[in-house]
């Protein structure tokens, strides 16, 4: 491999392996490398200079990454889902949305952000009146949503009317209230 280990000596370095490269390690690698290299091939998939097509399959590359973390249970869940959603979002905002890939369907994003939601609109409603006094838990657990739903507001210039457009526009104005 093209970049076996990095300068200090301190293990793998897959930011300079190519795509086949950095496929075989994360396929054969589990813990807290996976995120490494979801990292290394999201930095490929933000780079403006490879052609779009290229830069969907880095985007693809971290997804596996990122989603193998979560089957290992290396990282917690909302943070998993978080980077995925987000990362989706960009491609869909940046690169177009592809209606015959879920990933990269605004309507299937939507449906995956709606059903990782833990508390309905009117619970977080509830809730975030008057977060300063719960729990520490309970304002974790708002801050979760809130990190969930970053993407929601974009993500509406890509929906068509209906039902999901709809919860997404409740989700998208309840976030401003969360903590």
């Known amino acids: 491999m093209s970049g076996d280990t990095d300068r200090e000596g301190l ?13 075989a390690f ?4 589990r813990g807290a490398e996976l995120e490494t290299a979801r990292v290394a091939a999201q930095t490929h998939a933000y780079d403006p200079n490879l052609p779009d ?4 399959q880095w985007a693809k590359l971290s ?3 990122n989603r193998l973390v979560d089957a290992e249970g290396e990282g917690p869940l909302t943070r ?13 905002d940046s690169l177009g949305p592809d ?8 309507e299937a994003l939507a ?3 709606l059903r990782a939601l833990r508390l309905t609109p009117a619970q977080a409603v509830a809730l975030s009146d008057g977060w300063r006094d719960l729990p520490l838990d309970q304002i974790r657990r708002l801050r979760w949503h ?3 739903t970053a993407h929601l507001k974009c993500l509406l210039d890509h929906l068509p009317p209906g039902h999901t457009r709809e919860q997404v526009q409740i989700w998208a104005s309840i976030r401003r209230s969360l903590p």
């Open 11 to 23: 293990g793998p370095d897959p930011g300079g392996w190519d795509m086949d490269e950095l496929r």
């Open 26 to 29: 994360i396929e054969r690698t």
């Open 53 to 56: 097509e290229s830069r969907r």
């Open 63 to 65: 997804l596996l990454a």
């Open 80 to 92: 998993v889902n978080q980077q995925e959603f987000m990362l989706r979002m960009w491609v869909i």
């Open 99 to 106: 209606d015959t890939d879920p990933d990269w369907c605004p």
């Open 111 to 113: 449906a995956d952000t």
């Open 146 to 148: 809130k990190n969930l």
